[in-house]
T-cell receptor, first 116, second 112 residues
Framework: GAVVSQHPSWVICKSGTSVKIECRSL??????MFWYRQFPKQSLMLMAT?????????EQGVEKDKFLINHASLTLSTLTVTSAHPEDSSFYIC????????????FGSGTRLTVV | AQSVTQLGSHVSVSEGALVLLRCNYS??????LFWYVQYPNQGLQLLLK??????LVKGINGFEAEFKKSETSFHLTKPSAHMSDAAEYFC??????????FGKGTRLHILP
């Protein structure tokens, strides 16, 4: 149980285009989802926290207009990288926090974004 | 705000030897602590977590960690390293069921 599906696993896009990454909890409800960014050989940096039905909370220094987050349901959150540039190339990982009793976070398998 | 410090960005141990990865945390309130493992180009897998109760936590793949409040530490150990343990390990902290903050990670190398 507690599986988070993240798609696509990798994507290549041209500069100036937008890319959408989906994070879906398959067998549980997630009131809160988190989006992280990971540069090569570095740690995960929290970008934003999304709560179902409300606006995402962005960490300091993260451009909310570039990284659009939508959490329309208890099982789906999306991250859209708008007008992508090569410096946006990175590994993006989502995490879903379970509603049920207990303290659980489940991570997606990540998305490798390359902007050319 | 909470934070995590992992001592040693790279650790090398011989196969069969003890694995010890160090983690110290900073938090103004009782923390929840985690260890995750990441293989190349993959997501994170939870090894173990401490929330409340017993301070010695046993996880998957033979790993365990001990929460020491007096030392603000949560070191990860495994009695005998296996080649398959080679990966990146992240210590993480969370408070009040909120966002998880990660340490910088430790790359574990296993020597044959």
């Amino acid at each position: 149980g507690a599986v988070v599906s993240q798609h696509p696993s990798w994507v290549i896009c041209k500069s100036g285009t937008s890319v959408k990454i989906e994070c879906r909890s398959l067998d549980f409800q997630a009131t809160t989802m988190f989006w992280y960014r990971q540069f090569p050989k570095q740690s995960l940096m929290l970008m934003a926290t999304s709560n179902e039905g409300s606006k995402a909370t962005y960490e300091q220094g993260v451009e909310k207009d570039k990284f659009l987050i939508n959490h329309a349901s208890l099982t789906l959150s999306t991250l859209t990288v708008t007008s992508a540039h090569p410096e946006d190339s990175s590994f993006y990982i989502c995490s879903a926090r379970r509603v049920a009793v207990g303290y659980g976070y489940t991570f997606g398998s990540g998305t490798r974004l390359t902007v050319v | 705000a909470q934070s995590v410090t992992q001592l040693g960005s790279h650790v090398s141990v011989s196969e069969g030897a003890l694995v010890l990865l160090r983690c110290n945390y900073s938090s103004s309130v009782p923390p929840y602590l985690f260890w995750y493992v990441q293989y190349p180009n993959q997501g994170l897998q939870l090894l173990l977590k401490y929330t409340t109760g017993a301070t010695l936590v046993k996880g998957i793949n033979g790993f365990e960690a001990e929460f020491k409040k007096s030392e603000t530490s949560f070191h990860l150990t495994k009695p005998s390293a296996h080649m398959s343990d080679a990966a990146e390990y992240f210590c993480a902290v969370s408070v009040r069921n909120d966002k998880i903050i990660f340490g910088k990670g430790t790359r574990l190398h296993i020597l044959p």
